[in-house]
């Protein structure tokens, strides 16, 4: 064996006792090309930053804010990224966060995004460092928690950042950090919000980016595995919603009124038919879920509306505004035939998250020397994410990271649960993974211009 393999080898089976989640030496060596200094410089750092990585997660988990509200949050981001020598901006769309990182290289511009709000949601996880947390939704007191592990994507950008700073000099480029408010979508009155206000206000503009990479931890993936997929990835995503006017009447009268209960609980059982029978899910996947019924104030009283609210996944601009149409036409005929008025209004929403198929292909050797073993394509994902503005600007690559302990897949709560547990393991996957994906592609694509 050659000194340089012996390193190598030497290097990945210490890595494996620092890092959780890394193969032995021997399956890497076979599946990937040897790492370079750089990297192992990158590994080291970021191995060194782990205990304040969990930290930083638990804080954050413990003090969640909802979107636009990322106030507490934006400045410990802030506070963290001069502690370790950049200079951020803040309040970009409301409560972003933007730093540079300055490479002592000249070369491109490459971007790492990490979302920052949580969730109108009362968690249920016992924890040390549990939500306890309370705000306002809609009008209505609701429990806030990071059920959908935000506060890992914002930790494991700031562990990337320190090491990323730590090793500038041997950049070749910038590296754009980007810590993005409201994903989760804010009250409609506050839109736009998130990526697409990011990108309104500039955030892509000075420096722009070549290509941006983010990724998301996942209930539903085993801890340490990460998953990609070339082009579609993630669905578009609409809201709708419908009021029902009907008239108001007691009770033990119920056929003096219009019982706009009655309507919408019909329409709701309709609008299954859409999927179910409506349209060629063989070609593309859809949803349509109906997320809210709202109406009535007292046992004995037949009430005037009712109001009907939901969210349409779709994968295919066609199926996107065929499913449209016939919800519209379904929420119509059925008020119609009782007597009743609706009102549809339909709002597109997030577009498909479709990662460049280029930059997918050039970056998967670094996601298997990252994960050896653990890099799975995945089947297309009806959730959606905001990533898909960044992506549609400029080439993105979105990955999703496993969370789960393996022996807890069965029994796992989803993203969106009060149950949601993100396993801490999986963290240093994360912060490598965009680690390596940003200076392997700067130096790259310093080599590809010469």
């Known amino acids: 064996m050659s000194s340089c393999r012996r390193s190598f080898v030497a290097f990945a089976a210490l890595a494996s006792t620092l890092l959780p989640g890394l193969a032995p030496a021997g399956a890497v060596e076979s599946a990937v090309p040897p790492v370079s200094a750089l990297a192992r410089e990158i590994d080291a750092k970021l191995a060194a930053i782990q205990p304040r990585l969990i930290e930083w997660r638990r804080h954050l988990h413990a003090n969640p804010e909802l979107g636009n509200r990322e106030v507490a949050t934006a400045k410990f981001v802030a506070d963290r990224l001069r502690e370790i020598g950049l200079t951020p901006r803040t309040g970009i769309a409301r409560t972003g966060v933007v730093a540079v990182i300055e490479g002592g290289k000249p070369g491109p511009v490459v971007a790492?995004?990490?979302?920052?709000?949580?969730?109108?949601?009362?968690?249920?996880?016992?924890?040390?460092?549990?939500?306890?947390?309370?705000?306002?939704?809609?009008?209505?007191t609701v429990g806030v928690m990071h059920a959908c592990g935000h506060d890992g994507h914002v930790s494991t950008l700031l562990a990337v950042a320190e090491a990323l700073q730590a090793v500038s000099a041997q950049l070749p480029g910038k590296v754009l950090l980007v810590f993005q408010p409201a994903e989760e979508s804010v009250p409609l009155a506050e839109q736009p919000a998130g990526a697409e206000l990011m990108l309104k206000e500039g955030v892509f503009a000075d420096p722009k980016p070549e290509a941006?990479?983010?990724?998301?931890?996942?209930?539903?993936?085993?801890?340490?595995?990460v998953g990609y997929r070339t082009g579609p990835l993630l669905a578009a995503a609409d809201r709708f919603e419908i009021l029902v006017h009907g008239r108001q009447a007691h009770g033990s009268k119920p056929w003096a009124g219009i019982d706009p209960i009655m309507i919408g609980a019909e329409m709701v059982g309709a609008i299954q038919t859409i999927v179910s029978r409506g349209v060629d899910i063989s070609h593309e996947p859809a949803v349509v879920t109906v997320g809210q019924f709202e109406?009535?104030?007292?046992?004995?009283?037949?009430?005037?509306?009712?109001?009907?609210?939901?969210?349409?996944?779709?994968?295919?601009?066609?199926?996107?505004?065929?499913?449209?149409?016939?919800?519209?036409?379904?929420?119509?005929?059925?008020?119609?035939?009782?007597?009743?008025?609706?009102?549809?209004?339909?709002e597109r929403g997030y577009p498909v998250t479709a990662n460049d198929v280029a930059l997918t292909k050039r970056m998967l050797p670094t996601l298997e020397r990252v994960a050896p073993g653990k890099v799975k394509e995945l089947a297309k994902i009806t959730g959606a994410?905001?990533?898909?503005?960044?992506?549609?600007?400029?080439?993105?690559?979105?990955?999703?990271?496993?969370?789960?302990p393996k022996d807890q897949m069965a029994t796992a709560g989803s993203n969106h649960s009060p149950r949601f547990f993100l396993d801490e393991a999986a963290l240093p996957t994360g912060a490598r993974t965009l680690a390596h994906l940003a200076a392997e592609y700067l130096a790259g694509a310093r080599g590809q211009k010469k």
Not at 113 to 140: C, H, I, N, Q
Not at 314 to 339: P, Q, S
């Open 212 to 225: 941006v990479f983010g990724l998301h931890y996942f209930a539903q993936l085993e801890t340490g595995v």
């Open 295 to 346: 109406s009535g104030v007292r046992n004995n009283i037949i009430p005037d509306r009712a109001r009907l609210v939901g969210t349409i996944r779709t994968f295919d601009e066609k199926m996107r505004d065929d499913v449209h149409a016939r919800l519209r036409r379904i929420a119509e005929n059925v008020a119609e035939a009782h007597g009743a008025r609706v009102d549809v209004r339909i």
């Open 385 to 404: 994410e905001d990533f898909s503005y960044f992506a549609n600007t400029v080439p993105g690559m979105f990955l999703i990271v496993g969370v789960t």
């Open 112 to 140: 790492l995004r990490a979302d920052m709000d949580a969730l109108p949601v009362t968690e249920e996880v016992d924890l040390p460092f549990a939500s306890k947390a309370t705000a306002t939704w809609e009008g209505k």
